[in-house]
């Protein structure tokens, strides 16, 4: 006969995962209705690290995602917990963890209303709120400004997305040659004035990242990947970023939800964040 659940979760295991133990991820998350394919959890363990918390039996009941670039700026994402095991605690314990490997770093992650409170005693505060858009874009049409990306353009896409970010995310940009299914640049005179990604999730078409020096780059090359897709899409619009949710508002696109971002400590993030308009994902920015 097994052994009785503990009483007390503080005493369960804490650990890192390895991507091996993507089963038992999957399992967690499509007990809340997340679904998310392996590919994603595939590049999450690529760019960072996730742990999690099991119980006596080796089954997961809590997880989140780290995903580091450099000393200054952390990403935490994917925090979730076994429905019948919220509200003791495991979720503050993940989010510890993970905010203990992220040092001295800047962190940053989106928070949904459920989780907010939590984040907001663990000293995150909001910068901002944030609006998800979905649908089938309605009269789209091509700016004819953006071309397909090359591996060529690696070089000066880092160059701009770390003026935009204040870090090296090379480490996910390499790996956007394969992920993304649509990356398009906009050049001018030899110069890269921006580059902007989509990626196939579960059931919709994700758009980002999208950098930009101005915001009509921003929309052309919106333009330029919404009208090669064929099926509903998803665009976060920050509220700092009005133009998105005019795009968004003028395609057709629905409200679907708000969710808000926000950073731990009470210090501008790093870059030139005016060139930054769309995240890669709410979990990694």
């Not at 993940?94 to 000293?123: C, F, H, N």
């Not at 902007?196 to 990242?209: E, L, Q, T």
């Not at 665009?235 to 968004?248: G, I, K, N, T, Y």
């Not at 003028?250 to 971002?261: D, R």
Request: glycine content about 10%; cysteine-free.
């Amino acid at each position: 006969m097994p052994a009785p659940e503990p009483t007390d979760l503080s005493q369960l295991p804490i650990r890192r995962l390895a991507s091996t133990e993507l089963a038992a991820i999957q399992d967690l998350a499509y007990g809340r209705d997340w679904y998310y394919p392996d590919r994603t959890w595939q590049l999450l363990f690529g760019i960072g690290e996730l742990h999690g918390v099991f119980d006596g039996h080796g089954r997961l009941l809590s997880v989140g995602a780290l995903s580091r670039f450099g000393a200054r700026l952390a990403a935490i994402g994917m925090v979730m917990t076994d429905p019948g095991h919220e509200g003791r605690g495991l979720s503050r314990r993940v989010m510890s963890r993970l905010i203990e490997r992220a040092g001295d770093a800047q962190v940053t992650l989106y928070a949904t209303t459920a989780g907010r409170p939590l984040y907001e005693k663990l000293g995150f505060t909001a910068t901002g709120s944030s609006t998800m858009f979905t649908g089938r874009p309605v009269a789209v049409t091509p700016s004819g400004r953006s071309r397909p990306a090359v591996p060529a353009d690696l070089p000066r896409l880092l160059e701009l997305d770390a003026r935009a970010m204040g870090v090296d995310r090379s480490p996910l940009l390499i790996r956007l040659f394969d992920y993304a299914d649509r990356l398009r640049v906009i050049e001018e005179d030899g110069r890269l004035l921006a580059y902007g990604g989509a990626w196939r999730g579960s059931d919709k078409v994700v758009i980002g990242p999208l950098i930009a020096h101005r915001d009509q780059d921003a929309l052309d090359l919106l333009d330029d990947i919404a009208a090669s897709v064929r099926g509903t899409v998803r665009l976060e619009a920050h509220s700092e970023r009005p133009h998105l949710a005019e795009w968004a508002t003028a395609h057709k696109l629905g409200e679907q939800a708000t969710i808000t971002p926000m950073a731990l400590r009470d210090q501008a993030l790093p870059g030139e964040r005016e060139l930054w308009h769309v995240p890669f994902s709410v979990a990694v920015n």
